[in-house]
């Protein structure tokens, strides 16, 4: 049945497509014989076809075909350079790798990220790179991934930097739920890393869990200035240029859907708050447990981003001091975020400070409230004091110091058991006895 | 080697319609493409565009050559090496949009953008799965679709691959093209 109709469908839409436009709607009207949904579906397909667009006229072989070369050759084959030993890889990305190597000289270990041989003609690829090395050996701060050197060998462009042992934020994620003083002491740390990038005149536009690393011993470094640009402030000294031949085409989204602000996929010009946006995202991530804005496809969670408003689940509803953070962070206008980073880096270390020790009582003011002039003074937010005792609590659970108890409930019945065996092992030998003394007499 | 044998009793097996011998076939194609691919690459000028049908031309040359296969005929060939093309392009288009990425390091997210662009990459995902439905209404024209999108052959190479008069396929591929963009864009309407 299906079949015929499309059949019809077919011969109705073939013998009209070719007939001037005015006349084929009576015509498909008269071929169809009235039957009116599938007039509907013959019209919508003439209707398609007319349109001059430029869907399906481009074929995508030839992206295809450069994707095979570039993955055929070789891109994790181990490049053989001189100064470096590689050891492993530690992941890869879309074109490159990235290999734990060995710093010969220094003897110390380094992150190498390689290009593949074949990548080493491609101008656009190179300068990208470049410009990372750039961006990146541009911010010297703690909480910015070293950048050693940039350089080609073995006609392979390669960019080494500190290597950081640890996991990604997006591996902690993962892992385990990140209780919220820990959460607050990575937020704090990532904004310090922000405020020297933005210091320098540079935007990292690529802020995601996938970028972060939280060291093993609570340090965190920020990688992947990829993405990053510098931007154009007023009054700022330090103000360097990167080429602007690589500044994203228009109508091009570079970067992870969902932590992309709302002018980023407008593909507007960006500055430093979209840094602040996307460090929103992952707050609000760390402390919720997921993200704010959703969707089954990546359009969904664009529309999400442009459309509607964040909300709080109970983690986040029952702490005004970062939901107010949080509303900075993640104002659709860029207008109504946080104007500057340290601000925002003040906001989250005084929060962080209360969160750590509980007992104390700030005086202070939020840069979240200067709108309001509302200031918090003796601050104790509702419900933290209660809540920590039970915390604390949890955490001795944890460790065993409440774990005696079941021991000895359980160790009853295993105490009885072997009085019996004693019992039984008692009344075999004392038959046995018997049974001797029997055959002996 | 025993690839030879292999492709050799693959294919044969694929013409007398065992179709899960084609899953086994792919991957060799695959290979004796991006062998090629690579070839290419190195050879030519890096601003020198590849050739969309000496690629496959070769391949197909190299498969029957150095194989020693007979292909039944170039349709097998051209049909698999197009869904091969639109195999690879789907799975980096899902990459990079889910960016699913593990390890220590692995998020260079950006370099491959030169590549394929986010845009383009949901644009693959969509017709993908319109192209999907269209197999199920009319192979026919999936099979045009693919070889001509995915495969970059041109009216006339599929006309002759298929055994039709290049006029005939003209009129496949407008419809297709009409159905697949109803249905891209039907589903696009919510979103915008």
Redesign the interface.
């Known amino acids: 049945m299906?079949?015929n109709r499309?059949e019809t469908v077919?011969k109705v839409?073939?013998k009209s497509?070719v007939l001037p436009r005015e006349k084929r709607e009576a015509f498909v009207a008269s071929a169809c014989g009235g039957d009116a949904d599938l007039i509907e579906d013959v019209l919508?397909?003439?209707a398609?076809?007319d349109?001059d667009?430029k869907?399906?006229s481009e074929?995508?072989?030839?992206?295809?075909?450069?994707?095979?070369?570039?993955?055929?050759?070789g891109l994790f084959d181990e490049p053989n350079f001189a100064a470096y030993e590689m050891q492993k890889?530690?992941?890869?990305?879309?074109?490159?790798v990235?290999f734990l190597a060995r710093d010969v000289s220094l003897e110390r270990s380094v992150?190498i990220?390689v290009l593949p041989a074949?990548l080493a003609?491609?101008d656009?690829?190179i300068l990208?790179?470049q410009q990372e090395a750039k961006a990146a050996s541009a911010i010297s701060h703690p909480n910015v991934a070293h950048i050693y050197g940039f350089g080609k060998a073995d006609n392979r462009y390669y960019l080494a930097m500190e290597y950081?042992q640890?996991?990604?934020l997006r591996?902690l994620l993962k892992k385990k739920e990140i209780d919220k003083v820990f959460a607050l002491d990575i937020a704090c740390q990532i904004s310090k890393a922000l405020c020297a990038a933005h210091k320098a005149g540079i935007v990292h536009r690529?802020v995601?869990p996938?970028?972060i690393?939280v060291a093993d011993d609570g340090l965190v470094k920020v990688?992947?200035f990829?993405?990053a640009k510098s931007f154009t402030v007023q009054n700022r000294e330090t103000n360097r240029s990167f080429d602007a031949s690589l500044d994203t085409k228009p109508?091009?989204?570079?970067?992870?859907?969902s932590y992309m602000s709302p002018e980023q996929i407008r593909g507007q010009q960006l500055d430093w708050r979209t840094d602040i946006w996307s460090f929103g995202v992952v707050l609000y991530e760390m402390l919720a447990g997921s993200r704010p804005f959703k969707g089954e496809?990546?359009?969904?969670i664009?529309?999400r981003i442009l459309l509607i408003e964040h909300e709080y689940p109970a983690e986040i509803a029952e702490m005004p001091e970062i939901r107010k953070i949080l509303d900075k962070c993640l104002a659709k206008d860029v207008n109504l975020r946080y104007k500057a980073t340290p601000e925002l880096m003040n906001d989250l270390e005084i929060f962080h400070k209360y969160l750590s020790y509980p007992g104390n009582k700030f005086k202070y003011s939020f840069a979240a409230n200067a709108e309001s002039g509302e200031e918090f003074e003796n601050f104790e937010a509702p419900g933290y004091s209660e809540e920590n005792p039970e915390e604390n609590k949890e955490t001795k659970e944890a460790n065993g110091e409440k774990g005696a108890k079941p021991e000895i409930i359980e160790g009853k019945p295993e105490k009885n058991y072997a009085k019996y065996k004693l019992i039984i092992a008692a009344a075999v030998f004392f038959i046995f006895i018997i049974v001797l003394i029997a055959i002996l007499y | 080697m025993t690839d030879r044998q292999n492709i050799t009793e693959l294919l044969a097996a694929w013409s007398d319609g065992d179709r899960t011998s084609l899953e086994n076939l792919m991957p060799l194609v695959e290979q004796e493409l991006r062998k090629i691919a690579h070839n290419y690459m190195r050879r030519e000028n890096p601003n020198h565009t590849l050739q969309t049908t000496a690629l496959i031309n070769e391949a197909y040359i190299e498969l029957n050559n150095q194989h020693s296969v007979n292909w039944q005929n170039r349709k097998h060939f051209f049909a698999i090496s197009a869904q091969i093309m639109r195999r690879i392009l789907l799975k980096h288009a899902r990459d990079r949009t889910c960016a699913k990425r593990g390890g220590k390091f692995a998020h260079v997210s950006l370099e491959d953008v030169t590549v394929l662009t986010h845009e383009k990459s949901v644009e693959l995902i969509a017709l993908d799965e319109a192209l999907e439905r269209l197999s199920q209404l009319d192979p026919l024209k999936c099979t045009i679709v693919e070889m001509r999108y995915f495969g970059g052959l041109s009216v006339e190479e599929i006309g002759k691959v298929l055994d039709f008069a290049p006029v005939t396929i003209g009129v496949h591929w407008r419809l297709a093209k009409a159905w697949l963009g109803r249905e891209i864009n039907g589903a696009n309407q919510m979103v915008h």
Do not use: C, H
């Open positions: 299906k079949v499309w077919e839409f073939n497509v919508s397909l003439l398609e076809a349109k667009d869907f399906l074929p995508v072989f030839e992206v295809g075909a450069k994707i095979l070369a570039s993955e055929y050759i890889i530690l992941g890869r990305g879309g074109s490159s990235v992150a990220k074949a003609d491609d656009e690829r990208r790179f950081v640890g996991d990604t591996e690529d995601k996938e970028n690393i990688l992947d990829g993405l109508g091009m989204i570079i970067g992870t859907v496809t990546s359009s969904d664009q529309a």
